[in-house]
C-alpha cells in the first residue's frame, strides 16, 4: 500500500505542536494588541495582476499560480505550450496566485476599503503564505507571516514602536536577537555616489545575499550587473566597514553620501530613529548594518531585519516603510510601515534553544471510565459540570476493559481517571484515581466536582 505524503516544504502539525504554535501566535498577538494593532484577514488567493511586479523578478518566479477553472486552455494554439514560452503561457491560463506575503494584500485591501478605514490605520494580521522556492532547512513553502502595519502616517515614531514591538515579542519568547536597520534612502544614494543610479535593484538584490552567499559571491554579482571595478572595489570598502561603532559609521556614511541629497536624508531619517530608540531601554541589540538592503522592492526609507543571536537561523522577523505600495493599486500618497515575524523560523529557534514552557498543551484532566449505560448516566452530569466549570474532561467513548482504559489515559498523560461501577453508583459515590501514584478514593458524589477542582488547583 502506498502511504500518502505531503507537497515538499509543507508540513503536518500534531497537537504538541500546534499548542506551541499557538505560544507563538498569542504571544506576538497581545503585543500587537497592546500597542493598539486591529486584525483583518485576506483571502488565500489573489488577482495575479495585484501580486505580480511588486516583488521583483525574484519574487515574482516565486508566485504560486492557479490554474483559471473549467477550459483554461480555451482556444491557445499548441505552440503557446512550447517550453521556451512556458511564462508567458502561466500568465494566460492563470489569473489568480496564493499569496507571497501579507503586505501586497494588505495595500489592495486600504485601497478597496479606504472609504471604511480610519488613518492612520494599525492592522495586524497573522495567516498563512505560500512561495515556490527550493525547501530546506528554515524555509518552507507554506508558512505563517505575522504582520504588523501603520499606514497613513509618515511619522518615524512609527518605525519606533514597531522596534519597540520586536523587542518586547522577543524578550517574552527569550531569545536574544540583534534588530538589524538601514535606509533604502541610503542604499540609493550608494547607488548615486556610485555613478549608476539605475542599478539600485541589482545591487540592492546583490548585498542582500551578503550573509546567504559571503562577500566574494556578492562582488562577482556585482561584477555580472556590469559595474566598473572601480564602483565595486569602493562598495566593497564600504561592505567591509562593520565592526565600528555606530557613531563612527554614521560619520563615515556622512562622508561617503556627501553631495547626494536622497542619501543625506535616509541618514538623516537614520539618525532620529536611532535617537528615539536611545529614549527607551531596549533589551536586544540595534545594530545600523549599511549591507542590510531587504530585497523587496517596495520598500522605500527604512528597513529593518532580526537575527536570532544563539541560533543558526535566517532571519525571523523584518519589515520596513513603503512609500509607493497603495500607489500602484490607484491611492497615491499614503505612506505606510511595517513588520513581520516569520512564526516557522520562531518555532524552529525555540525547539532549538528549548525555550518552549514545558506544560503548553491544554490536556485533558480528567477521564470517565465507562462500563455501561447505566454507568454513563450516572457520571455524565459530572463531566458537563466539570467542563462548565473549566476543566478539560472527557469520557472514553466504548465500553471496554478497565485495564484498556486507564492504558489510554496513561498515554494520553491524564492525571486523574473517575470510575463509578454499580457499588459506587449504590452508595452514590466516584471513585478518583491519581494515575501517577496510583493512589484511589471514593468522594460523595456532592462533593466530587469541588474536590477535583481543589486538587487540580493545588497540583
Not at 513553502?141 to 520586536?166: H, K, M, P, T, V
Not at 562593520?242 to 556622512?254: F, N, V
Not at 458537563?384 to 467513548?397: C, Q
Amino acid at each position: 500500500m502506498t502511504i500518502p505524503s505531503i507537497p515538499k516544504g509543507t508540513r503536518d502539525f500534531g497537537p504538541n505542536e500546534v499548542a506551541r504554535r499557538n505560544y507563538i501566535f498569542n504571544t506576538i498577538r497581545q503585543v500587537f494588541e497592546n500597542y493598539g494593532f486591529l486584525p483583518i484577514e485576506t483571502p488565500a488567493m489573489e488577482n495575479l495582476s495585484t501580486l505580480l511586479g511588486k516583488y521583483g523578478e525574484e519574487g515574482d518566479k516565486l508566485l504560486f499560480k492557479v490554474l483559471n477553472s473549467g477550459d483554461f486552455i480555451g482556444d491557445l494554439p499548441a505552440s503557446a505550450f512550447i517550453s521556451s514560452n512556458a511564462s508567458a503561457l502561466a500568465n494566460k491560463i492563470c489569473e489568480k496566485g496564493l499569496r507571497y506575503d501579507l503586505t501586497v494584500p494588505f495595500a489592495r485591501f486600504v485601497v478597496q476599503h479606504r472609504n471604511e478605514i480610519i488613518f492612520p490605520f494599525r492592522r495586524y494580521q497573522i495567516q498563512p503564505v505560500w512561495r515556490a522556492d527550493r525547501p530546506q532547512k528554515g524555509r518552507y513553502r507554506e508558512f505563517y507571516q505575522c504582520d504588523a502595519d501603520i499606514i497613513g502616517s509618515d511619522s518615524l515614531l512609527n518605525e519606533y514602536e514597531l522596534i519597540q514591538i520586536l523587542d518586547e515579542v522577543f524578550s517574552q519568547l527569550q531569545i536574544r536577537v540583534k534588530i538589524k536597520i538601514n535606509n533604502r534612502k541610503i542604499l540609493a544614494g550608494i547607488s548615486e555616489q556610485l555613478g549608476c543610479p539605475e542599478k539600485i535593484t541589482g545591487i540592492t538584490t546583490a548585498i542582500d545575499k551578503i550573509e546567504k552567499i559571503g562577500l566574494d559571491n556578492v562582488i562577482s554579482e556585482l561584477h555580472e550587473i556590469g559595474l566598473s571595478k572601480a564602483a565595486v572595489d569602493r562598495l566593497q570598502k564600504l561592505l567591509q566597514f562593520t565592526q565600528q561603532s555606530t557613531d563612527e559609521k554614521i560619520s563615515y556614511m556622512r562622508q561617503w553620501l556627501d553631495g547626494s541629497e536622497l542619501g543625506n536624508k535616509g541618514l538623516l531619517e537614520l539618525e532620529t530613529l536611532l535617537g528615539y530608540v536611545q529614549w527607551d531601554n531596549i533589551n536586544n541589540i540595534i545594530e545600523f548594518d549599511v549591507s542590510l538592503a531587504r530585497g523587496l522592492n517596495y520598500y522605500t526609507g527604512t528597513i529593518i531585519e532580526v537575527k536570532a543571536l544563539d541560533a543558526e537561523v535566517g532571519s525571523i522577523a523584518g519589515g520596513g516603510r513603503y512609500d509607493n505600495l497603495t500607489g500602484i493599486f490607484g491611492l497615491a500618497g499614503v505612506s505606510g510601515v511595517g513588520i513581520s515575524f516569520g512564526a516557522d523560523r520562531i518555532y524552529d529557534v525555540l525547539l532549538q534553544l528549548d525555550k518552549f514552557p514545558q506544560a503548553l498543551q491544554q490536556n485533558t484532566k480528567i477521564m470517565f471510565v465507562n462500563f455501561g449505560d447505566s454507568n454513563v448516566k450516572y457520571l455524565l452530569p459530572y463531566l458537563k459540570e466539570l467542563r462548565k466549570r473549566g476543566i478539560a474532561s472527557e469520557i472514553y467513548p466504548d465500553v471496554a476493559k478497565i485495564k484498556k482504559q486507564f492504558s489510554y489515559a496513561n498515554a494520553r498523560n491524564i492525571p486523574y481517571v473517575a470510575v463509578a461501577g454499580e457499588e459506587e453508583i449504590t452508595k452514590n459515590e466516584i471513585v478518583l484515581k491519581n494515575m501517577s501514584s496510583g493512589n484511589q478514593y471514593a468522594i460523595g458524589k456532592d462533593k466530587f466536582v469541588e474536590h477535583v477542582i481543589n486538587i487540580l488547583k493545588q497540583s
